[in-house]
């Protein structure tokens, strides 16, 4: 196990153990290691929440959206300023970055909001420009369970069933299921100042939920059914006795939310560039 593992294995044990200063300290030697790595400035940040240190979370969640704006990914930016003006409705460079997203919104011509554009044209460094990011697969998070094992999660999945604009997830939801898309489109959406923002779209295989499931935070998107639906939710407790069982699991989640490439609960279908 290397050093960078370590850390983020010291770090998940303290932050579950509410050890705060211990796992704030993992994080921080992770950013010597990876100081450009924005998933580690937005968990200080949430950790520098936890311990009511309103300025230093605003602070590290101003340097992960500079490191996702260089690397092409304005909507996952563009989240990280709504949650600063959650901590600081005041903050101007915040709104001024949110401002500038309304303003492409509304130069757009014709048809809805689509994903934001970064001014630099930075191709994404796990996907071939014009390719869809690596999706949150269900193939690849329990690709270690035998057939047995999936069906029993199958039956102890509910399944539910959505008809067209039907909403599945509300943005600011909280809850810590692991949902899986069985059947039909799912419409990812923010909502910025009135204007509706497109994220992407979800389709059969996709998995959404895991951030919510890892760190507690309310949902970040609107989820709704662009098509009739089917969707398996795993709930938080059915997901934890799996991964007692299956350790890989967990780990496979961090992947996810630690991906450079990965929209922050949500599949992006097309790179974003300029």
């Known amino acids: ?77 563009l989240a990280l300023h709504k949650m600063i003006l959650r901590i600081e409705p005041g903050n101007e460079p915040a709104r001024d970055k949110i401002n500038k997203a309304v303003d492409e919104i509304k130069s757009l011509s014709g048809g809805p909001a689509g994903p934001l554009r970064c001014e630099a044209s930075k191709a994404g460094k796990h996907s071939a420009p014009g390719q869809p990011a690596p999706p949150h697969s269900e193939i690849s998070l329990f690709e270690s369970l035998s057939k047995s094992e999936m069906d029993e999660l ?44 497109e994220l992407g779209k979800l389709s059969e295989g996709d998995i959404f939920g895991e951030i919510a499931f890892l760190t507690g935070r309310p949902r970040t998107a609107s989820i709704t059914a662009a098509t009739n639906a089917e969707v398996m939710e795993i709930k938080e407790h059915v997901l934890k006795e799996l991964i007692s069982k299956h350790p890989k699991i967990n780990n496979m989640l961090r992947g996810f939310y630690e991906s450079r490439v990965q929209e922050t609960i949500h599949k992006i279908k097309g790179h974003l560039t300029a």
């Open 1 to 77: 196990m290397d050093t960078k593992e370590k850390l983020w294995n010291l770090f998940f044990a303290n932050l579950d153990n509410e050890h705060f200063p211990q796992a704030l300290e993992a994080l921080k030697q992770l950013s010597g290691i990876e100081p450009h790595n924005p998933q580690i400035y937005l968990r200080l940040g949430d950790l520098y929440q936890k311990t009511h240190e309103s300025d230093k979370a605003v602070s590290s969640y101003f340097e992960a959206a500079a490191i996702l704006e260089e690397e092409g990914f304005c909507n996952k930016a």
């Open 154 to 197: 199958n039956s102890k999945a509910e399944k539910l069933i959505f008809s067209e604009n039907s909403t599945i997830v509300n943005e600011g939801d909280t809850g810590n299921s692991l949902y899986i898309v069985k059947k039909g489109i799912l419409m990812v959406v923010t909502h910025i100042m009135g204007e509706t923002v």
